[in-house]
């Protein structure tokens, strides 16, 4: 499919705008609406990237374009630093009591979902008076110096770009797809020892100021961690003093079945990052957690300019108001059963789907040459988003060797857009199975 007015563009991207910022696709938007995307050709696309996890409530959703035309005729920017807001204050009121843990807690509203998870540290080390962070293989949390550290995955995100950030620590998060030969049980209790191992060899247990986990990796290829574990993480926080910090970007706002991912664990983290679909587009991230540990900086030592901005408030308000009228956590488990069930039928068919997982509507197949060996199909992933846009859909790939195909649809889709998006995913693989390249 040529899109004339998106390639021209694309060359004139090419000569004002370095080649660092990537594309999934080769398209440039003229407008979007619930779960589909119109580009500057008129062509209509079924979106299962919705921005990378934002548009949980669909795009462009009308109380959320109606309240932040409103904001913006009221005020864009006193900074709640000079001129605080009722709309920042009401947004905490709510995080703190939607957030999963009996206990007071308290709110901060950032830009970033990197510059969430650079809050969080910051006050667990001053709340600590601890230096070293814990985060996971395969864990994503950012492309800052700090997050960036606390990231995995070398190509794209790390080479080049070192010297990294010091205190920060690595350790491995169960991937029950591939360690098949043992039990759901015997890879946790496996990766539990590797972190008492790790507190005996690597660093003392005291100078750990936290640990930072995705209840469900995100770019990590959506691979998602049995309850004993997550409770197993929460133990060894609870036992030498450290604070537990769940990475809820990605899977929060309804997306995994749940607002947040985190009730579907049973444990309540110290403290938890949000962003991507709080602000339906409208960039606001925020660290919600136990009071006593939010306090612990002192005024003056959070914040920063457009830090909870009025317009990223306001449509924070407006997307929780959307979840709850249009039953949207509902929804996203219903989505997600469906995409799974159609999922596992192509499995039956298509060889190369080595393993379909998910929680709610973040779900994902993993693809590989060989189901035995389980050697990742990276190329057949690339060439499966390289095309899915061309014929009308649009897929992300995830996971450290690139080999995933992950489903951020709009929770609004359609069971007619979900099922037409997935014809085209199915003629897809069937071309990939065969060896490859139809066009
Ligand atoms: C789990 C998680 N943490 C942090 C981030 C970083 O957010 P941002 O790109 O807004 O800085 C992301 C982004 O994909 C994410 O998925």
Redesign the pocket.
């Known amino acids: 499919m040529s899109t004339p007015q998106s390639e021209k563009w694309m060359e004139r991207r090419n000569i004002a705008v370095p080649r660092g910022p990537y594309h999934v696709t080769g398209l440039f938007i003229d407008h979007a609406k619930g779960a589909t995307v119109i580009d500057i050709d008129g062509r209509e696309y079924i979106d299962f990237a919705g921005g990378?996890?934002v548009q949980n409530i669909g795009h462009c959703h009308p109380k959320v374009v109606e309240v932040v035309q409103r904001q913006a005729e009221a005020f864009l920017h006193p900074c709640f630093h000079v001129t605080a807001y009722e709309s920042y204050v009401e947004l905490a009121e709510r995080l703190n009591t939607l957030i999963p843990g009996e206990f007071s807690k308290k709110s901060i509203f950032l830009n970033?979902?990197?510059?969430?998870?650079e809050n969080a540290v910051k006050i667990a080390r001053k709340y600590t008076g601890r230096q070293g962070v814990i985060s996971f293989d395969r864990g994503?949390?950012?492309?800052?110096l700090l997050?960036m550290s606390l990231t995995s995955k070398v190509m794209p995100y790390k080479k080049g770009f070192g010297p990294f950030a010091p205190e920060t620590y690595k350790l491995p998060y169960p991937y029950y797809y591939r360690d098949q030969h043992l039990t759901e049980d015997e890879i946790d209790d496996m990766f539990i020892k590797q972190i008492e191992h790790f507190f005996v060899a690597e660093a003392a247990p005291e100078n750990i100021a936290a640990i930072i986990l995705?209840p469900v990796q995100?770019?990590g290829g959506f691979v998602v961690p049995s309850k004993r574990f997550v409770k197993a993480i929460r133990d060894i926080c609870n036992k030498h003093g450290i604070v537990m910090i769940a990475?809820e970007?990605?899977?929060g706002f309804a997306r995994t079945g749940k607002l947040f991912a985190m009730e579907h664990f049973d444990v309540a983290a110290d403290l938890v990052?949000v962003?991507?679909s709080m602000g339906a587009g409208i960039p606001i991230?925020g660290v919600v957690g136990r009071a006593e540990i939010m306090d612990a900086p002192l005024g003056g030592q959070l914040g920063g300019t457009f830090a909870g901005s009025p317009l990223g408030c306001a449509a924070a308000l407006a997307v929780l108001d959307v979840i709850q009228e249009e039953n949207l956590v509902e929804r996203s488990r219903m989505l997600g059963e469906k995409m799974q069930a159609r999922l596992r039928a192509m499995q039956k068919k298509y060889e190369i789907i080595g393993d379909v997982r998910g929680l709610g509507s973040m779900c994902a197949i993993e693809l590989v040459k060989d189901r035995k060996l389980m050697t990742p199909a990276k190329e057949e992933t690339a060439y499966i988003v390289a095309n899915g846009w061309k014929r009308g859909a649009i897929f992300l790939s995830a996971g450290i060797d690139s080999n995933v195909l992950r489903f951020l649809p709009p929770l609004v889709m359609t069971d007619d857009q979900l099922e037409s998006g997935f014809d085209i995913l199915e003629k897809l693989l069937a071309e990939v199975q065969n060896g490859g390249n139809n066009e």
């Open positions: 990378i996890g970033s979902g990197s510059e969430a998870v994503y949390h950012g492309r800052t997050t995705e995100g770019e990475d970007i990605q899977t990052t962003s991507k991230s």
